[in-house]
């Protein structure tokens, strides 16, 4: 089987590697030159676990191609994925142009029953918007060639982007035919012999189910959030609030932890497009609205505890410990550290960081704004205090008598809970965490 995957972005490229894994011919396209480039020389130029051996592996095997035009492949496949970006327009909107110009390409350029198959997270209605500039293309052409169009949402998650795809917990499409669906479920059949999980519906639904999943997720983050800031003031530990909660099987004890903030290419867009979708219908998602307004001032959580146990921030030096907005990803967009690092700054206080991954790019977005350190230690030398932003595992146990002795003031911001306060107490921090 033969498919073309437009985009080599986060989602792109990982589909593209795992289908290819799965023994399908897979082509991906992307206009950026530069990209395709250092992709055919053998360099992935996203940092995702094992993608890199996965990309390699396929390629090596003539099973994984790169192009960057869409129309020389096109007779040879028969599902195009559109994995392209949906950026944020200023007024919370998807931009959607990336994914009209790949249905343009589409239109212009099939001769034969083709699906398009919009994996990239778009607006309920895109799908018809899609079709109406396929068939526009196609008249301009003065042809009848058929063609569908689907909605297949991706949901990986950064960090076990591989093992999601190849193990999915379910697999959604929107689909308009039979057709469609005896063919995608021909794609998809390897990833699901032990337990077939696709589940076929109506492509509004369909583009409504990312949306939703990723809706309902960030409001328990933002609710438990919320909860945990209450708990820093009543004196109750959101710790033992998340497991007496979490127990209960109505509620269950997933995305239950409290911190300083969710971040990343998801959740926020997400948000605030389903939010501008429910503005432009006429039905106001005020618990949606609540849960990005509740997440963006918990980004600044860490800096108000830093202040209230520093009092002005000027000419203090803060260690920040991650960059990217979770572990096992370099991955910066809307990230707590940039929120922190623009607060910290501006209030005159000097920044040193320190990331496992994310490092060159938190140069690309802050450039010189911040020391960039050689490793977590180096990071807290001289330090007023330091703030956990990122769990990744090799801070979860670090040398506090090391960190004792290098720092200026021992204080301890942990912006994800991870750290045992009897322990750090103990060794003669000041340690603050959220809601306990």
Known sequence: MNISIVGTGYV?????????????????????????????????????????DLVRRNVEAGRLHFTTDLSSCLDQVEVVFSAVGTPPDEDGSADLRYVLEVARTFGRNINKYTILVTKSTVPVGT???????????????????????????????????????????????GTESERAQ??????????????????????????????????????????????????????????????????????????????????????????RALARTGREYGSPMRIIEAVEAVNERQKEIVVRKLAAELGDLRGRTVALWGLAFK??????????????????????????????????????????????????????????????LTEWKQFRLPSWTVIRKVMANPLVIDGRNIYDKAELVAEGFTYKAIGK
Do not use: H, W
Not at 18 to 23: N, P, Q
Not at 336 to 358: C, E, F, K, M
């Open 127 to 173: 799908s018809k918007k899609v079709k109406a500039v396929i068939q526009e293309e196609l008249d301009k052409r003065g042809v009848q060639i058929p063609f569908e169009v689907a909605s297949n949402p991706e949901f990986l998650k950064e960090g076990a982007a591989i093992k999601d795809f190849m193990s999915p917990d379910r697999i959604v499409v």
């Open 327 to 388: 572990p096992e990803t370099d991955d910066m967009r809307e990230a707590p550290a940039l929120v922190a690092i623009d607060r910290l700054t501006r209030a005159g206080a000097a920044v040193r960081v320190y990331d496992p991954a994310a490092m060159d790019e938190c140069r690309r977005r802050v450039g010189d704004a911040v020391v960039y350190c050689s490793d977590m230690y180096e990071a807290v030398v001289d330090a007023d205090a330091l703030v956990l």
């Open 12 to 52: 792109g490229l990982v589909s593209g590697a795992c289908f290819a894994e799965m023994g399908i011919d897979v082509t991906c396209v992307d206009i950026d030159e530069k990209k395709i480039g250092r992709l055919l020389s053998g360099e992935v130029p996203i940092y995702e676990p094992g993608l890199d």
């Open 182 to 271: 005896r063919l995608l479920s021909r794609l998809y059949r390897p990833f699901l012999v032990n337990n077939f999980r696709i589940y076929f519906m109506d492509i509004p639904s369909a583009e409504m189910t990312k949306y939703a999943a990723n809706a309902m997720l960030a409001t328990r983050i933002s609710f438990m959030n919320d909860i945990a800031n209450l708990c820093d003031e009543v004196g109750a530990d959101i710790d033992m609030v998340r497991k007496g909660i979490g127990t209960d099987a109505r509620i269950g004890n997933k995305f239950l932890y409290a911190g300083c903030g969710y971040g990343g290419s998801c959740f926020p867009k997400d948000v």
